[in-house]
RNA sequence: GCCGCGGUGGCGGAACUGGUAGACGCGCUGGACUUAAAAUCCAGUUGUAGCGAUACAGUGCGGGUUCGAUUCCCGCCCGCGGCACCA
C-alpha cells in the first residue's frame, strides 16, 4: 500500500512551487478552454458530489496539455446571493467574512483533489474590479433600451422579506426557505430578454455538441409558438377584445370569451358591467391568490361573467359572453382567450360547470361529419359548421382564416413565446448595486463609466429591512448624489443585482482577469473564446445558460466579444446520491465530506473511484465498497511499478493490448466515457500483473510501461507523478507529450469466430483474423458441437461477418 | 398532461453500425498463505437440469421485422428529470 497522504502532499506543493498549472500565452498553439460552472461557496463546504463534475474536466485538461494544446482551466467563485446573506446574519457575521471563509475552504477542498487549476486567473463576482464589468454592462442594456424599470406586483417571501423572481421559486415557495410566497407590488428593474426570444431559439441549432436533452429544455422554456391575434369587437362600446389563439381553425366553435381578471379592459368596461359587485369580488379573491393557488392543477376552475358585455365573433358576427376567470393569465398572450369548449380541455371543464353552450367545428379525419358534443375533441381535424371555410384540414384552414383576419382588418398572425422579461432587481445588501441615479428632473441617470465600480458600501446593518426596501436604503450619505447630468439632488438606486447577473459573464473574464480598462481584451477574446467544453449541473439547463447565452449574445451585438455563443460543448455531470439512495444533504446525515475520504483512502482513489462509478451524465449512489475497489486498482499498479524487471524480448499479446489500451483510454475521455476507459486501463494492468506473477518478468520494456504510467495520469495525477519519478524522470510526467498507438500492433492476426445455426451460437472457433467465408464453413461444419446441429437438415444460406461469425441457416 | 431520459445478475454497470448478453468493479462462496486476522494470490459466481460435455430459459410487459434483436418498428407498464391552466 502506498502512502497516499505522503505523496499527494508532496506533489501538490510541487505543483504549486513550479506553477505547473499555469495557462499558456494567448499565441501559437491551438487552444483548448475547459470550463467547470464556478461554485456558490456555502457554508457547509464540498460534499463528494460536488468534485465529480471538476474531476473530469480536469481529467480533460490533462490530456489536452499533454496533447500539446494551450489549456485553459480557470476556477472562480459565485459569491453574491442570498444564502450567504442569511448564513451571515444567522452566524452574526458579515456576509463578506463569511463569504470569504466559505472561499477558503473550497480552494483547499479543490487543491487536496489534486484539481489543476489556474490560480493565478482566480475571480469572485464579489470583486469589485470584477463587477464593475457587470454594472458597466447593464448601463449598456439601459442605453440599448433593454433596462427597464416595472411596478408590477412581484413574488414576496414573508420570512426572507425579499422579493423573489419567478426563477428563485419552486413549486410556488421561496426556493431558499421554503416559505409560501405572496404578491407584493414592487419596483424592479427587468430586463428585455425577450427580445432575444427568436434568436435564443435559433442559435441552438448552431450547438451541435449541446446535450440535445438540454436544448429541448431551452425550447420548452422559450416556448414560442404561432397563432393569430385576433380582434372581437365589444358591441355597444369603443373597445376591441384582443385574443391569441394557436387554433384559429377552432374559431366557429367559440362560444364565449375569458379575460384574465387583472386584465385592464376589466376596469375600462366597469360603467358596463351590470354586475359590478361581483366581479369587484372575485378581482378581490384572485388579488390575494398566490402563483401556487393559482397555478394549482387540481384547483377547480372559477370565474364571473360580465353582465352587459357582448364580444363579437369577427367570422360570423355572432355575440358571446365575456367571463373572467383566473385559469386566464395576464402575463401570457394577450390576457384573453376566446373559448372553444368543443376543443380545448380548459375550456370544456369550464363550460361544464356554468353550462356553457358547446359546438363542435372540427371533426376527426376518421368521421368527418361528427358533430357530437360528449366530449371534448383538442386534435386537428376537419372543419365543419365553419362558413367558407367547412371541409377544410386544421393546418391549411389556419393559414387560410389567419390570412382573411389580415385582410380584413381584425387580426394578424402572431408569434407568442413563454419566457418572460427578467427581473433583474433584489430588496437586499448581499450583490452588485445597480449603477443607476434617479434624479427628480432628469429621470434614470447612469451612473458615468468613469465612476464604475459603485462600491457596495459598509452598513451597520444588512438584515432585511422588513419594508421591502433594500437595506441600502437606509445609508443616506450613499444614496444622496448630485445628478450627474444637472447637478441637482438625486439619489442612488438601492435595489441590487440578482445573483445570476454576476455568473452570466465570468467566463470572459478568466481570459483577461485583470483587465481595467475593459471588460475583456478582444484579441485575447478572440484566441481563447468560445469556451471549448463547459460542464456542470443540469439544474442550470434553463436559467443560467439562458441568461449567459442572452448576456453573451448582447455583448457581441455591441461589439465586446468576437463570437455569438459562449459554449461550444455542453455536458451535464449526474449528481452523486448518498449511500441510501437518497440526495445528499445535512437532512438525511448522508453526506460525505471529500476531506474524509482523502484522509482514508486518498484523492487519487477518489477521483478514479468517481469516473469509475457509471456513466457520468448519471446519478449514482455512493458506495464505500466501491471506493475501496478504486483504491485497490491503484495498489495493483504500484505493485506493478516496483516489481518491474526488463524482459529480454517483449510479450507480444501484451504489447498489443498496451496499444488498443491507450487508443481506448484517448478515446473514451474525449467521450467522457471514463467509467470504460478505467476499466480498459484495469484490464490491462490485470494482465500485466498476471504475467509477472507468472514469468518473474515484466511482459513489455521500461520505454512501453511509461505510456502506461502516462494514460493513468490524468485519473491518478499524484501517484502517476510519483511513479514517473522513481522510474528516473526529472520532470514532470504532465510535460511528457500524450502516447499515439501503433495502428499495426492493434490488429489482431487471430480472431474468435462463432459459429451460430439458425442464430442461435453453437460454438467458437479460432481462426486468423482474415479467414474467407468458404474456409470458415469447412472448418464450422468440422466442429462436433456444430455437426450435430447440420445432421439431416438441407443448407440454405451463409451469413458471413468477417472476423466475427457465421451463421448456417438449415431448413 | 406535455417534453426529454431510462428500465440488463445480489449491487454499480458493459455490449461497436443489428452479430457469443453480463466486460470491469463490488459483494458473496470455496481454497492457498498466516498461530490468527488483515492484505495478497487462486478458483467459482444469471436461472433451471446435469458430475460433466451440454441443453433450455433469460436484457420491464405484449406483439412485429430479421438468418439473427438489449439494439429497429408498433402498443403498453414502471422510474427519473424538466415544464406546466401557455390559449
Redesign the pocket.
Known sequence: ?YNHQEIEKKWQKIWAETGAHKTGEAKGRPKYYVLDMFPYPSGTGLHVGHPKGYIATDIFARQKRMQGYNVLHPMGWDAFGLPAENYAIKNKLHPRQATEENIATYKRQINMIGLSYDWDREISTIDPQYYKWTQWTFIQMWKKGLAYESYEPINWCPSCKTGLA??DL?DGLCERCGSVVEQKPMRQWVIRITDYAQRLLDDLEKLPEW????K??Q???I?R?E??EINFAISGADKMIK??????DTIFGCTYI?L?PENELVADLKDKIKNWPEVEKYLAETKNKT?L?????N????GVVLKGIVAVNPFNNEEVPVFI????????????????PAH????W??AQKYDLSIRKSVAPLSNPRDESTESCYADDGVLLSSGEFSGLDSVSARLKMTAWLANNNKGAKKI???IKDWVFSRQRYWGEPIPMIHCAKCGVVPVPESELPVVLPEVKSYEPTGTGESPLAAITDWVNVKCPKCGGPAQRETNTMPQWGGSCWYYLRYIDPKNDRELVDKKLEKYWSPVDFYVGG??H???HLIYARFWHKFLFDIGAVNYEEPFTKLRHVGLVMGEDGR?MSKRWGNVINPDDIAASHGADALRV?EM????F?????W?T??L??????L??ID?LAAAFVAPSTEDEESLSLLHKTIKKVGEDIEKF?F??A??????L??KL??YN?QSGHSAISQENFLHLWQILSPFAPHLAEEIWEKFGHKDSIFKSPWPAYDPELIKDKMA?L?I?????????IEVEADIKEVEALVLAQEN??VK??LEGKEI??N?F?PG??L?I?VK
Open positions: 500500500m419567478n426563477e419552486e446535450e440535445e436533452t438540454i429541448e429544455m425550447r420548452n422554456w416556448g409558438s397563432g393569430a385574443v391569441f389563439t394557436t387554433r384559429v375569458v384574465a402563483d393557488q393559482r397555478t394549482d392543477l384547483k377547480e376552475k372559477s376567470a383566473d385559469y386566464v393569465l395576464n402575463l401570457y398572450g394577450t390576457g384573453a382567450v376566446m373559448a372553444v380545448d380541455e380548459r375550456d371543464e369550464f407568442n413565446y413563454k443540469a439544474e439547463a434553463t436559467r440526495k473511484y469509475f462509478m457509471g456513466p451524465e448519471q446519478a449514482i449512489a458506495n465498497n466501491g475501496t475497489g478504486a483504491r485497490k486498482f495498489d495493483k505493485r466515457n467509467n470504460t478505467i476499466s480498459a486501463l484495469m484490464i494492468v490485470n500483473t498476471d506473477n474468435n462463432v451460430s445455426v439458425n442464430g442461435k451460437a453453437r460454438a467458437t462436433i458441437n450435430k446441429w440454405v444460406k451469413i461477418v466475427k461469425l451463421n441457416v
